[in-house]
């Protein structure tokens, strides 16, 4: 088993949370890597982003990959950026509307 997130609004609730679920996992003969297992983090990078602290945030290297990504030449490349960054739109202000000239170079068949 892999993946398990358990929330609480405390630590006292995390606890009690974490306890229940330990022993559903027993009663059932679940194993876990223990190894792999982190417990009491206040913040969690999962698919792509970082949750806790009553947040969502963009983990810092696809941040700092957007920021580097180098000058488009291909349409290829043109889509190859914007399916990155349209996994992240709702971090975007106004996502559509920034990402919209890039898409029409999409349909063009020469630029200049």
């Avoid at 022993?23 to 792999?36: D, G, P, R």
Wanted: charged share 35%.
């Amino acid at each position: 088993m892999d993946d398990f997130i358990i929330l609480a609004k405390n630590m006292k609730e995390l606890e009690e949370r974490t306890i229940q679920f330990l022993k559903i996992t027993e009663k059932h003969n679940l194993c876990f890597k223990w190894l792999k297992c982190d417990f009491n983090m206040e913040e969690i990078p999962i698919l792509g982003v970082v949750i806790g602290r009553e947040q969502v945030q963009m983990e810092a290297d696809k941040v700092k990959a957007i920021n580097e990504w180098k000058m488009s030449t291909k349409i290829k490349e043109v889509e190859s950026f914007l399916g990155f960054t349209n996994f992240y739109r709702w971090f975007f202000k106004n996502f559509s509307h920034i990402a919209k000239p890039l898409n029409e170079l999409k349909g063009k068949k020469e630029w200049k």
